[in-house]
């Protein structure tokens, strides 16, 4: 990093630590993000940075021309909601609304792309055009996709597009990420089971006993991933939630039982698949027990897959800011989701993690936690990451 970006990072931190922590105790939800939306249009415009607000209901969007000659252009992405918990950090900053916290560091991703384009406004030594991209609702509200439906590329059209999360467990002043898919899709299903009910004890086989077939459907859901998915692909189906019958008559045979669950996967036909073979077990093993089903799969998140191109721009913006040895460019995937990845079906892209930190003893607090807390620390390598995906992208002076 270079000395004089590392003497404007040192000289901003406390003020981008309080504008973190300023968000940190107002949560908003998904598509709510009224207020973090005005903070992040105000700061930009303080800064000189145009500004388009409302892009997909809350969604802003900050743009940057650099000084230097150039026609590429470039989109930085953060997301801005937080979660329905209720927060137990005890932080002085701790959320101020009642079921609601940022339990995931996306306070921390504002902060980090607002760090970076208060920089770049300052010091636009470039080429061509930067947008930055605040988008709302990254937890399962669909903001990735309601942006795009406002004409988010066509309006400010992107040759390649970058995210960036903080992961905990991983050291400060880490990064990592590697090629290809990297996160899953994330989908849900729903199954209603109905039939006869009737007396447990009494008369049983006056019933149509829909016990027996989710009994057998759960049986059957792991049937798809261990028979119908090929041996090399990756699927993930469980079931979350199982409801039915009454707590208080244990003896009667209900007469509706719904089930429901989540669906991990990396390719498109494999999520065809498992979409398509779901509703088939659900309705067969139904019909074999002589009651009716009704299924249904809801796609979330696609798959997230990161671009070679971009992935190596990524790893040599992160090593610029820790040096190699602290960059991990072969992170191994996992089957978590990210609304980010509906942008990168549209535009080439890359996704990064950095290190929000892990106790001496291998502790952590992990996100979607009622006391996991976003690490200021980290603050600084955010947004020098940033800013030297721009320099890699789009030419600069020095990193």
């Known amino acids: 990093m270079h000395p004089s970006m590392r003497q404007w990072l040192e000289a901003h931190h406390p003020e981008f630590t309080a504008i973190r922590r300023d968000i940190h105790a ?17 700061k930009l415009r303080e800064w000189g940075v145009t500004v388009t607000e409302g892009v997909g209901g809350t969604g802003v969007v900050g743009t940057i021309t650099g000084r230097r000659p150039g026609q590429r252009a470039i989109g930085l992405r953060a997301d801005m909601d937080a979660l329905a918990i209720h927060e137990q950090t005890g932080a002085p900053y701790a959320s101020t609304v009642a079921g609601k916290m940022h339990a995931c560091g996306h306070d921390g991703h504002t902060t980090m792309l607002l760090g970076a384009a208060r920089y770049l406004a300052e010091n636009p030594d470039f080429g061509g055009t930067l947008h930055l991209i605040f ?9 990735a996709l309601a942006m795009m ?19 905990a467990g991983m050291p400060v002043g ?21 039939g006869v009910g009737g007396h447990g004890g009494l008369a049983p086989h006056l019933s149509t006993d829909i016990t027996y077939a989710q009994a057998h459907f759960v049986l059957g859901l792991q049937g798809i991933v261990g028979r119908n998915v090929a041996p090399l692909d990756t699927a993930v189906l469980s079931v979350g939630y199982i409801a039915g019958g009454s707590a208080d008559s244990p003896n009667v045979v209900p007469s509706e039982l719904v089930i429901a669950g989540t669906a991990r996967s990396y390719a498109d036909a494999v999520r065809t698949l498992l979409e398509r073979r779901l509703i088939a077990l659900a309705e067969s093993t139904a019909a074999t027990w002589g009651c009716r089903a009704e299924a249904s799969y809801s796609r979330g998140p696609s798959a997230l897959v990161n671009q070679p191109e971009q ?17 991990n460019g072969t992170l191994r995937p996992t089957t978590g989701g990210e609304d ?32 996991y807390d976003f690490n200021d620390a980290i603050i600084p390598d955010g947004i020098a990451y940033w800013t030297n995906i721009v320099h890699q992208e789009l030419g600069s002076g020095h990193s």
């Open 149 to 167: 439906a406002d004409g988010l590329f066509d309006r400010f059209p992107c040759d390649a597009i970058y995210g960036l999360h903080n992961t």
């Open 174 to 194: 880490t990064f990592a990420s590697c090629t290809g898919p990297m996160l899953a899709a994330a989908d849900s299903w729903r199954v209603t089971f109905r």
């Open 135 to 143: 988008q709302p609702a990254e937890e399962g509200r669909g903001g």
């Open 340 to 371: 980010f990845a509906e942008m990168m079906r549209f535009r080439p892209g890359a996704f990064m993690r950095i290190g929000n930190g892990v106790a001496a003893d291998g502790s952590f607090n992990a996100p979607h936690t009622p006391k």
């Open 26 to 42: 107002h949560p908003e939800l998904g598509l709510e993000e009224d207020r973090t939306a005005a903070l992040v249009a105000g």
């Open 311 to 327: 992935t190596q721009v990524g790893l040599a913006a992160a090593r610029a800011v820790v040096g190699g040895d602290k960059v």
